[in-house]
């Protein structure tokens, strides 16, 4: 059976919502903070599956909630990072992410006290705009990076891979990028998330069957809010509605399914196990 990676994106059902600036102290005043039920209903469930995940971590929720990152690393879960601020790599310049990195690491190491191996950028966010957040993590002492989704202006150097598994960049790290599947001509992402609630899940499970049998593996993600079907409704434009909200309600039993489906493990592990 082929071991695929799941991983969780450790934001709050706010986060989204604010992605062309900082979270700053007002805004996080301003919202309802309802992250610790929904990770410890999904902590739950990888206990009861015996899966070990990821989890990449804003530095502000490592600060704010101490005590959670501390449950899911005492339940045998990896701590990565997530940035601290979740603010889009592109809108930042080099040395504002050096500080996010800073803040981050820092943060993590306030609430756990154990080295950080993994990245990944809020949304995606490096291009072959911004290739040096690669330089930066090298010279923190990351050893992998889960930041390239296959579409637009993502970086020259993970197209046309041989192995799209995994590959090491010019500096060494290791890239995990998420998959894409073709699909009528069209290439449509499969990882997680939007994607995972928006496809029916029998045809989610045939594409990362298909994947598997052409010993590919699913790098799939997903955020503790999005088994939150009572978060609050906010009134924003009709497409953000539709990519934050569809299929809440559906998310968990999806998620059941797939763990049953499908043989997990953390990016941490896969790294000590499939990698040299």
């Not at 690393?73 to 889009?88: D, L, N, T, V």
């Not at 809020?122 to 010279?139: G, M």
């Not at 434009?237 to 489906?261: G, M, Q, V, W």
Request: overall charge neutral; hydrophobic content about 40%; charged content about 25%.
């Amino acid at each position: 059976m082929i071991t695929n990676l799941f991983s969780v994106d450790l934001e709050d059902w706010f986060t989204p919502l604010h992605l062309t600036r900082d979270l700053s102290d007002d805004i996080l005043r301003s919202n309802e903070i309802r992250i610790e039920k929904s990770t410890l209903k999904l902590l739950e469930l990888l206990d009861i599956k015996q899966v070990k995940a990821t989890f990449f971590v804003l530095g502000w929720i490592a600060k704010e909630l101490p005590d959670l990152i501390k449950e899911i690393s005492s339940r045998g879960h990896e701590i990565a990072s997530h940035s601290y601020s979740h603010k889009i790599l592109t809108l930042m310049s080099k040395e504002e992410f050096k500080k996010e990195i800073q803040l981050s690491l820092e943060a993590i190491d306030k609430a756990i006290g154990k080295p950080v191996k993994g990245f990944r950028a809020p949304c995606f966010s490096v291009t072959n705009k911004n290739l040096w957040v690669f330089d930066v993590l090298k010279e923190n002492g990351f050893i992998y990076d889960s930041s390239i989704f296959p579409f637009g202006d993502y970086p020259n150097e993970a197209r046309n891979q041989k192995d799209n598994n995994f590959f090491k960049l010019k500096n060494g790290l290791i890239e995990f990028p998420i998959k894409a599947i073709y699909l009528g001509g069209v290439t449509i992402p499969l990882g997680g998330g939007g994607y995972f609630r928006l496809y029916p899940y029998s045809f989610f499970k045939k594409k990362a069957l298909e994947l598997n049998s052409k010993s590919e593996i699913l790098n799939f993600y997903i955020h503790p809010w999005e088994i939150d079907e009572d978060q609050p409704k906010l009134n924003i434009n009709p497409l953000a509605k539709f990519k934050h909200y569809i299929n809440l309600d559906k998310t968990y039993s999806r998620l059941e399914k797939l763990l049953s489906d499908f043989h997990f493990t953390s990016f941490e592990d896969y790294c000590s196990i499939f990698i040299r």
